[in-house]
């Protein structure tokens, strides 16, 4: 290989470049035009506008928040992110996701059917299935008979909604919540149901809704990443549903954007502490090192994805500070434990985490997501979700009482629920106290409250079986439009360009907002 004499004055500078091996300058030189589009790439991705001198520092734009577009562009956003304000005012600042994995039923939770009651063991009528394609699990199945719930509804607050007696809790704040009973989905299994309402398709490799808000947004933290996800611990364990990165990825888009994970225990982000002999000076003095040879990387090959690399070089440093304080709870108060209550104090429980998305968003967290798993109940039905609305129930109503209380409710969005629902029919033994579901994509029900959402409705009707919509119908293209409009975005004008598209997470497909979700 020929070099380029000047180049091995570089070498020098490093003592283990490698010897007789090929550094960093000795790198092929990126055709001009690949490099234009490259360029041309991060400038749309941080600061329009903005020369190759300026995007060296503008992978920094999520790490400096607020302060970095002031200082680099005169024109971009005070969010940061694309540099681009929001289409429209919005009304929320960040959102709280409660994802229950396993799809829990609307039966037992938000879609009270009274008629069903006298309906016990009757076969569900072949034109209300319509015949619908169903899951290997029940397909065969010689009769489909109907499952009444075993648990009772009453009606709460106002806006009158009827809670099932397993959340009492929550039924507490009825008047806070805009229940949904008409969302629908393609996906009829686990997998592709819980991409396409984390990531809006059905196939991995997407970002997921968390990461397209950093991408538009940008940081409001200068300490902790724009987006958060922690998995709880599962009460009872049925049909457990494996969990993935991919449901919270940043997919196409920079690796900045992804989820940064929060675990339990004393360690809660892997891999930045310092090793033992190692101090906060000398971490300091290493990345900065680190950093400089990334620049100068970026200089000569254009690649944006090193600004990310050194992006998340310096979150990793700031959350050795920003972490620990976060994490300690000490000075919560007495009252904090009674509203949360006793669980919230064993780390990586549902109560726990419910405490760290408070604390998150008080400290200006674009998007924490919670999941829950363990409500794919094929069987046992009553005696699972019994489990997991005690563990579930309390700690829910206190978030959002908790934000309402602390003024944040206004400006932060909570969202409840799963990928799809269950069928009407039962799955197996059917007894009065003892039944399954299997899954059911045409209907199924959660709810959002806080951050411009309408308080205190019901949105959309489903038939006398819960098993086709008979009203205003919600599908999922259409609950992230109606997400992004809350945070000031039109769906159709977030994009990124990739494999020769213009990627959404509304995808190609019609989507629109909900006027009748918003306050």
Known sequence: MNHDPSAHAHHDLCSDHGGENPTVWDLPQVPPGLKQEWLELETRRHFLGRGAKALGWAGLATILGRTAPNLLAGNASPLGGLGLAPNFAPKAKRAIYLFMAGAPSQFETWDYKPGLADMFDKDLPESVRGGQVLTGMTASQARFPIAPSRYSFSQHGKAGHWVSELFPHTAKIADDLCVIKSLHTEAINHEPAILQITTGNMFPGRPSLGAWLSYGLGAANDELPTFVVMTSKMPVRANVQALSNRLWS???????????????????????????????????????????????????????????????????????????ELTDFSNEPQSTWDLYGPKAKEPGTFAYNCLMARRLAERGVLFTQIFLRSWDNHSNLPANIKTLAEDSDQPTYALVTDLKRRGLLDDTVVIWGG?????????????????????????????????????????????????????????????????????????????????????????????????????
């Not at 940064?260 to 930045?272: F, H, T």
């Not at 050194?310 to 700031?318: C, P």
């Not at 399954?436 to 019901?458: E, L, N, Q, T, Y």
């Open 419 to 519: 990928e799809f629902g269950r069928t009407v029919y039962s799955q197996g033994v059917l007894r009065p106290d003892n039944y399954g579901r299997d899954h059911h994509p045409r209907c199924f029900s959660m709810w959002m409250a806080g951050g411009g959402v309408k308080p205190g409705i019901s949105f959309g009707e489903t038939d006398d079986f819960s098993y086709n919509i008979a009203k205003d119908p919600v599908h999922i293209r259409d609950l992230h439009a109606t997400i992004l409009h809350l945070f000031g975005i039109d769906h159709n004008k977030l994009s990124f360009k990739f494999q020769g598209l213009d990627q959404k997470l509304t995808g190609v497909l019609p989507a629109k907002v909900i006027d009748g979700l918003l306050a």
């Open 250 to 324: 940043s997919g196409f888009l920079s690796p900045e954007h992804a989820a940064v994970s929060l675990r339990a225990g004393s360690d809660p982000v892997l891999y930045i502490n310092n090793p033992k002999g190692v101090d906060s000076g000398l971490r300091r003095a290493m990345i900065d090192g680190v950093n400089d040879l990334n620049r100068q990387l970026f200089e000569r090959v254009g690649d944006p994805e090193i600004n990310a690399r050194i992006s998340q070089y310096e979150m990793a440093f700031r959350m050795q500070t920003s972490v620990p």
